[in-house]
């Protein structure tokens, strides 16, 4: 059974840092693009960044140099970094399994919220 977990979601300041891991299971993570995902309240989602199955990297213009995408494929797990946080990146984080960096993603997790606010 596919199974996609993300957590380290939560309530931090402007400028502040999370970092959110995905673990994944059921299966064979290390061949897979994994791509993370937010989704604002009333916005449709949109993909945030992308992490190739040999390590090559994307972002969305809003979090280049700001947000960093990792994968750990010895522990099946996805990270997102995100550094210099804003309001404007509220929203729902999901991840995502997909076979290539142009196609969407398969298996999806249930997402974690992120809320930056004072």
């Known amino acids: 059974q596919v199974q996609l977990v993300e957590s380290g979601g939560g309530l931090v300041q402007p400028g502040g840092s999370l970092r959110l891991p995905c673990a994944a299971s059921?299966?064979?993570?290390?061949?897979?693009?994994m791509k993370w995902y937010r989704q604002a309240p009333e916005k449709e989602r949109e993909l945030v960044a992308t992490?190739?199955?040999?390590?090559?990297?994307n972002y969305a213009d809003y979090v280049k140099d700001r947000f960093t995408i990792s994968r750990d494929n010895a522990k099946n797990t996805l990270y997102l970094q995100m550094n210099s946080l804003k309001s404007d990146d509220t929203a729902v984080y999901y991840c995502?399994?997909?076979?290539?960096?142009?196609?969407?993603?398969?298996?999806w997790g249930q997402g974690t919220q992120v809320t930056v606010s004072s």
């Open positions: 995502g399994a997909a076979r290539n960096r142009f196609a969407p993603a398969n298996y």
């Open positions: 059921g299966f064979i993570f290390s061949i897979y693009t």
């Open positions: 992490i190739t199955s040999d390590g090559g990297t």
